[in-house]
Structure formats: C-alpha cells, structure tokens
C-alpha cells in the first residue's frame, strides 16, 4: 500500500482530542510521523502552499499524496493497523468514505468550540486576516 516511506499525520497537538487520536492511532504498514501544525515544518509549508486550512482538517501525507480533513481520517483508518479496541473502532467508523465526510465537519466544529472554551488560538497557517481566536 505505501512504499515504505513515512506516513506523516500534521495535527494541532493544543487540541486535547487531536492530541488524543493522533498518538493512539498506528498503521499496519510503515512508521506514523506526527508533526505539530503549531510549529515550523516543511510539510506545513507544503500544505500553506496548496492552500489548506489547517484550522479546518488535519493532513495526511502517504508518500507523494496529501489527504485532508475527512479524506485524511478515512485514509488513516484504510491504513489502521486494527489492533486494539481504539484502532479497531476508528478503523470501523472511518474506513466508509461516506461515513468520514458526515462525522469530520461535525469533529471540526466540536474542536474549535473546545479550543474556544481553552482560550487557544487558531493556527492560521493561511494567515487569513481577522482570523487568530475561535
């Protein structure tokens, strides 16, 4: 399914759900890089560049394709290793494209009201104007 490359999931650790899937999720086939959308990387460079709000989905990169938000939590549960009632779950939720295009948005809005009421700040990679608190 990959080439052996890393898999590299860029994610906003401030978020304490985030936070949470993204270190108990693991692949059954390569090594899972994540990567902090708060600090400096060249992956968020790349996803800054093809125009993707990190404030608005996490990213998934498996060799030269980029997934996002729902696309990405669908791909990362077509990727699950499946071991263990946490990655069994997602995998089941997540691994029905239809499924992962209905719940994401509703995930989304759940963490920016949590981030809101923590009193972070958005990431703003796009640095859109007017756009730093939730």
Known sequence: MTTGNDIKLVYDRECPVCDFYCK?????????VRIDAREESELLDEITAAGLDIDKGMVLKVDDSI???SDAINKLALLSSRKGPFNKTMAWVFQNPR????????????????LKVLGRTRINNLDLPNNERF
């Open 24 to 32: 108990r999720i693991a692949v059954s086939d390569g090594h899972l």
């Open 67 to 69: 997934y996002f938000g």
């Open 99 to 114: 499924v992962a295009n209905a719940l994401y948005p509703v995930l989304v809005a759940c963490r920016g009201l949590l």
